[in-house]
């Protein structure tokens, strides 16, 4: 009998019809190990040089160097160090490092990070899992404590990504990304609950946990990697916006400026509508600057910014184009209306105000287009023309441009 089995067990292992694959546990831990900590480095590294306003990196990274540090104290359950301390140093790393990534993605996207949730969370959490290992053993009830509050910390996750995420890619891998690390979790205590913990033991060979770890290791990396793909769409964001807006008063630049009017200046050509320029310009600026200061008089420029940002469309946009002047473009409308805008502008700087911001004026020349073949250099050398007849005839006041010498096709709006 045992020449005919021996031969038999043979065939059946060589024969490639049928493999039998399994994951060996510590093989995935340490290639997760390794992984997790090279992207704690890039998590890092990213948040000593993005800017301020993208929170979260740090604690990403904390996150998965925890997660790192309890799969090495897995590993030595069976070591030098006594099983209780490492199954315990385990626990408690893991569970701060899941309540860490819920820190960083509030942080991420500027809500109130939960320090006080997580805290008491960790906290509970802990004295459960050690009550259920040292007083009444009970492996099925551990992963179930487990399980609960990781799929906690990742449900709030979820939510932030539904509430406050963008329509864009990033943040939609993300949240997928999340979900899948829920359900898995949540299907990991559930069974735990249902076999006694016997099928989700994580160093018990076994196909559910072959899975279970190379979709949890997997998923944990892949997570790391979608929150640092939103971290550079943000980033990409942020660059563009700084490369279109005036740093101090945060509306468009000269460069912005000229991209806003050139998508107008296509619509003009499909639609055959008039659009009016308005250059504002503060009078006697200078002075205000040597006599309260630049710091005043930046907050000047942060004022009138507002108080034209006010008086506008959401079509509207307004720009610095450099100093104490302004641009702003208002399109399908004529002169009537842009006379309307340009007289509330001045009626407003001039109202007395609350403030400790010095009295100061506005001289505004209005110039109207309505023909797409003049060009951004066209209208404003028109509109500053207005402008400096404004200043000429005394400042604080309204001055109107000569029509364009161009054929003109659309009525004034």
């Not at 045992?2 to 694959?21: D, E, F, W, Y």
């Not at 980033?235 to 468009?252: A, G, H, K, N, W």
Request: proline content about 4%; charged content about 20%; glycine content about 8%.
């Amino acid at each position: 009998m045992q020449r005919q089995l021996a031969p038999a067990r043979q065939s059946a292992s060589t024969n490639p019809m049928l493999p039998v694959i399994q994951l060996d546990p510590y093989t995935i831990i340490l290639m997760s190990t390794l992984m997790g900590g090279a992207m704690s480095v890039v998590l890092f590294s990213a948040s000593r040089s993005f800017p301020s306003e993208i929170g979260g990196l740090r604690e990403w990274g904390g996150a998965l160097l925890c997660l790192v540090t309890g799969a090495v104290l897995l590993a030595l359950r069976n070591g030098p160090m006594p099983k209780v301390v490492s199954m315990l140093g385990m626990n408690a790393t893991l569970l701060w490092g899941i309540g860490l990534t819920l820190i960083g993605t509030e942080k991420f996207y500027g809500v109130r990070p939960s320090w006080r949730m997580v805290q008491g969370c960790w906290g509970l959490g802990m004295a459960a899992i050690a009550y259920w290992m040292l007083a009444e053993p009970d492996f099925a009830t551990r992963v179930a404590i487990f399980s609960t509050f990781v799929c906690a910390c990742y449900s709030r996750q979820l939510w932030l990504v539904v509430r406050h995420g963008e329509r864009q890619f990033p943040t939609l891998f993300f949240g997928m990304l999340m979900l899948v690390q829920t359900l898995v979790v949540i299907v990991r205590g559930v069974r735990a609950l249902y076999d006694g913990g016997i099928s989700v033991d994580l160093l018990r060979p076994g196909p559910f946990l072959s899975v279970y770890m190379a979709t949890s290791s997997f998923m944990v990396l892949m997570l790391a990697v979608g929150f640092m793909t939103m971290a550079t769409r943000r980033l990409q964001t942020i660059l563009e916006r700084r490369s279109t807006r005036d740093p101090l008063t945060q509306v468009l630049n000269r460069r912005g400026f000229a991209d806003v009017y050139a998508r107008e200046r296509a619509l003009m050509q499909r639609e055959r509508r008039a659009t009016t320029l308005l250059s504002i310009d503060l009078d006697h600026f200078k002075s205000i600057n040597d006599r309260y200061g630049h710091a005043t008089g930046d907050r000047v420029l942060v004022h009138v910014a507002g108080v034209i940002g006010k008086a506008l469309r959401a079509s509207d946009q307004v720009a610095r184009f450099g100093g104490e002047e302004f641009v702003v473009l208002l399109p399908d409308t004529g002169l009537e209306r842009a006379g309307n805008v340009a007289e509330r502008i001045q009626e407003v700087l001039r109202a007395p105000r609350k403030d400790d911001l010095p009295a100061y004026t506005a001289s505004i020349g209005i110039a109207c287009q309505l023909n797409a073949e003049e060009d951004l250099d066209g209208i404003l050398q028109r509109a500053d023309g207005a402008l400096y007849r404004a200043k000429a005839l005394g400042r604080n006041r309204v001055e109107v441009a000569e029509p364009a010498s161009l054929p003109t096709r659309v009525a004034l709006g």
